[in-house]
């Protein structure tokens, strides 16, 4: 597998990139719900995954709300080709290989026993479209949550691009139910209900155009 390397400069070059991105790209990023409190907590985040703009999405969140150390579990080979993303926290392994896997979940315990880090996995594995129907998620969060701590939380996050009115689209972010790692260790149906149900609610409340707070003007 292929460890983060974090370095300040990448982080400072990215997020002027994004900002301008974002600001060409999008009209706004709309917080349907508020972050639950994980103060004390170790965390794995869970986004859907639904296009090239996800580990985008996942980062802005991280900058302006959550303020701790990125880990981003990706696919070896990709992270080979995007090199850049590992200055910026993603880690790879290859799932067909049962030793990348170990290492994988060693070094995601490792990172998560330190707080001030957090580690995001993609349960659907590979980008879907956004309306798939079921919504089909591999079983992999298993093995990072086998053997961790009672202070470990899972937070699945969905993610939704929307045109309305404007030009440009609005992004719609809403946080689902934080979920213990011993309840999705000993029922992973559990985790798989809050994910499609997290999907679910984010698209009545971007219907209903519903909306805490506008990330962009923060």
């Not at 290492?103 to 707080?115: F, H, I, R, S």
């Not at 949550?145 to 202070?151: C, L, Q």
Request: hydrophobic share 40%.
């Amino acid at each position: 597998m292929i460890k983060a390397d974090h370095k300040y400069w990448a982080r400072a070059l990215f997020n002027r990139y994004i900002k301008r991105l974002f600001n060409k790209h999008f009209n706004g990023f709309l917080l349907i719900n508020n972050l639950p409190e994980i103060k004390d907590k170790k965390l794995i985040i869970t986004p859907n995954h639904f296009s090239w703009w996800d580990g985008f999405f996942i980062d802005f969140i991280n900058e302006k709300l959550i303020k701790r150390k990125l880990h981003i579990l990706m696919l070896e080979d990709q992270l080979k080709r995007y090199w850049f993303f590992r200055k910026l926290g993603a880690y790879g392994f290859n799932p067909s290989n049962p030793k990348s896997i170990i290492e994988a979940v060693n070094y995601t315990k490792e990172v998560l026993d330190d707080k001030k880090n957090f580690s995001i996995i993609y349960p659907q594995g590979e980008i879907f479209p956004y309306d798939q129907n079921p919504i089909m998620l591999k079983d992999g969060l298993k093995y990072f949550v086998k053997n961790s701590s009672d202070d470990l939380v899972v937070l699945p996050i969905a993610f939704k691009i929307q045109y309305e009115e404007e030009k440009l689209p609005n992004i719609y972010c809403r946080f689902g139910e934080l979920l213990n790692s011993e309840h999705v260790k000993q029922n992973f149906s559990l985790f798989k209900d809050a994910f499609v149900d997290n999907i679910d609610k984010l698209n009545k409340d971007s219907q209903n155009k519903i909306q805490s707070k506008n990330l962009f003007d923060l």
